[in-house]
């Protein structure tokens, strides 16, 4: 049976984005005919957690309503450099357990991560959405492979615009970063543009 996930932010005992969260975990049953009994607040608060600093709540969950639970202490992690990859049959509608297509395509990367490309247009990462800089406005992609809850909130305060970022305007962005429900807009993780190894040359000149 397939299975699910939702890995949430605690931090300072406070959970974040939870109705987000709740939401994403209602629709994925919706989509299938089920009923999500489940509710988030109710499993943290069962967890009695009285541990300062930043941790990462995780429910793994299918459609009958089973769940498993855990919580973890969580590290955001600065990474090299990153690959463009295609990828056009790719499907990551939902938050699947189920993640060994996206490790393959990082596991064959030469990089630190893979920033996945679909039908010329740039998506997500491997783990994440994406922010893109341009006249000192945060972008993210408007195709991507998961709507992430980060992604969403940043849109409703208006902190960022959705814009379509292909293969051919990627180079008019002076830098990226990478946003999910851990790793929040945060000025200390922003990459140069120059950081992905394989930015195309010219429209004519696609190295991949």
């Known amino acids: 049976?397939?299975?699910f996930i939702e890995s949430i932010k605690v931090e300072?005992?406070?959970?974040?984005?939870?109705?987000?969260?709740q939401r994403r975990m209602n629709d994925t049953f919706s989509n299938f005919g089920?009923?999500?009994?489940?509710?988030?607040?109710?499993?943290?608060?069962?967890?009695?957690?009285?541990e300062d600093g930043l941790y990462k709540f995780r429910i793994e969950y299918d459609l009958e309503n089973n769940f498993r639970t855990q919580i973890i202490?969580?590290?955001?992690s600065e990474l090299y450099d990153f690959e463009l990859v295609i990828?056009?049959?790719?499907?990551?509608?939902?938050?699947?357990?189920?993640?060994?297509?996206?490790?393959?395509?990082?596991?064959?990367?030469?990089a630190d991560e893979v920033i996945i490309v679909k039908n010329n247009r740039i998506t997500d990462t491997?783990?994440?959405?994406?922010?893109?800089l341009k006249d000192k406005i945060w972008?993210?992609?408007?195709?991507?492979?998961?709507?992430?809850?980060?992604r969403q909130n940043l849109l409703q305060s208006k902190e960022i615009k959705e814009t379509e970022i292909t293969l051919d305007n990627i180079k008019e962005f002076s830098h990226f970063q990478l946003i999910n429900a851990l790793n929040?807009?945060?000025?200390?993780?922003?990459?140069?543009?120059?950081?992905?190894?394989n930015l195309p040359k010219e429209e004519s000149d696609l190295e991949f």
């Open 184 to 197: 929040d807009f945060d000025d200390m993780f922003i990459y140069p543009i120059e950081k992905i190894i």
């Open 34 to 50: 089920q009923v999500c009994k489940i509710d988030i607040h109710s499993l943290f608060l069962n967890l009695e957690h009285e």
């Open 87 to 110: 990828d056009d049959e790719i499907d990551y509608s939902f938050k699947s357990a189920e993640r060994t297509h996206l490790q393959n395509l990082k596991d064959k990367s030469h």
């Open 12 to 21: 300072d005992q406070r959970i974040f984005l939870k109705e987000l969260h």
């Open 126 to 132: 491997s783990y994440s959405n994406l922010l893109f």
């Open 1 to 3: 049976m397939s299975r």
């Open 73 to 76: 202490p969580y590290a955001i």
């Open 139 to 150: 972008f993210t992609p408007k195709n991507y492979l998961l709507n992430g809850v980060m």
